[in-house]
């Protein structure tokens, strides 16, 4: 066995000393992730109610105004400063801005052609910096702006952008699109990796052959990336997560038999429509399978399910995901209320 001479020379004693104080706090810190993360493992699988499992941290009324008034969430991101970031891609056409208290702040952007304005904003993400990305499906671009919410520069697809934009830690750029084309159905990719040119790097994740036999067209995200970079995925009409490397290359795959979900093939009748994956920071990865919760950890060992929740998951940040008020809820004339959830510790 080689031994490190202490007494080399004063500049490797010195990186020595400094480097050794330096590993044990990596090695406490990851015995402290662990503990925390067994700890709140054994109180997830006896969960038996969403309250067993998550703690509900905030109920807030986004503020309704002409100028803010939203039909339908497309997607959801919270900023650091708590501040939500609402975009209606399809039908009001806007991404509107409220505080954490549900103040309407603005509108970011607007409606058109030009430099920092979209026609179909159906997904929006907060960068590693602070800075908002946009993507407009129909203006094949991402619009990026700053934490001013100042318009910086705009993305063309090449080839063209695909519905749900996603960044990771270091805001590489993958998009997400969950159905197949419907004049000619096939397993084509449904994640792209794009460069901060525009260009397409590559794809992944075929779409699903169970999902090709139900005759039905989603347009839900089902795609989401945790705090390693790991990419996890499950197209909205089939229940089994996909789990991926950064760079597309496929890991493994994982989900369980349960009466929540069955293959509907028969035309005419309205599939069953899963929701999800949301990653969450301490190493769990949920899904929302028939108003119904399921809970795996990032490896895919399955920790609880059968969890009721009838409210759409429309995000998650940290350890928290984020839902909108049901339609069995009060102030239906109004926008929506976002309640937040929070893993328990």
């Known amino acids: 066995m080689r031994q490190l001479d202490m007494c080399s020379s004063p500049g490797s004693a ?3 000393v400094g480097f050794f ?3 044990v706090c990596l090695v406490f810190l990851a015995i402290t992730r662990d503990v925390s993360f067994g700890q709140t493992r054994k109180l997830l699988v006896s969960a038996k109610t969403v309250e067993d499992a998550f703690e509900k941290v905030s109920d807030i009324q986004l503020e309704t105004l002409p100028e803010c008034a939203i039909s339908f969430i497309t997607d959801l991101a919270v900023d ?9 891609g399809w039908q009001s056409r806007g991404v509107y ?7 309407f702040i603005r509108e970011l952007g607007r409606r058109g052609q030009g430099p920092g304005e979209y026609q179909t904003p159906v997904s929006i993400a907060v960068g590693a910096n602070g800075d908002v990305w946009v993507a407009d499906f129909s203006g094949n671009r991402i619009s990026v702006y700053d934490k001013e919410w100042r318009f910086k520069h705009a993305i063309l697809g090449q080839p063209r952008i695909l519905y749900f934009l996603h960044l990771n830690s270091k805001d590489d750029i993958y998009m997400y699109r969950s159905q197949a084309n419907p004049l000619k159905p096939d397993t084509s990719d449904t994640i792209f990796r794009y460069d901060r040119d525009g260009r397409k790097i590559s794809s992944f994740a075929p779409f699903p052959e169970e999902a090709l036999k139900v005759k039905f067209w989603a347009g839900n995200d089902g795609m989401d990336i945790d705090k390693d970079d790991f990419i996890y995925e499950m197209n909205p009409l089939f229940y089994r997560i996909r789990k991926f490397a950064p760079d597309g290359s496929y890991i493994t795959s994982f989900a369980r038999t349960t009466k929540l979900f069955r293959i509907v093939t028969k035309e005419g009748v309205t599939p069953l429509i899963v929701n999800g994956p949301f990653c969450l920071e301490k190493g ?3 899904a929302q399978v028939n108003k119904h919760l399921e809970i795996y950890n990032t490896e895919g060992h399955f920790v609880v399910g059968e969890i009721p929740f009838s409210r759409r998951i429309i995000g998650s940040r940290g350890n928290c995901l984020y839902a909108e008020a049901s339609d069995d809820d009060a102030n239906l004339e109004g926008n929506p209320r976002i309640l937040a959830y929070r893993l328990i510790h």
């Open 97 to 103: 801005i409220f505080s954490r208290e549900g103040k």
């Open 80 to 88: 650091t400063e708590g501040r939500y970031l609402i975009a209606d």
């Open 14 to 16: 010195r990186k020595f």
């Open 21 to 23: 104080p330096f590993v």
């Open 284 to 286: 769990f990865i949920v």
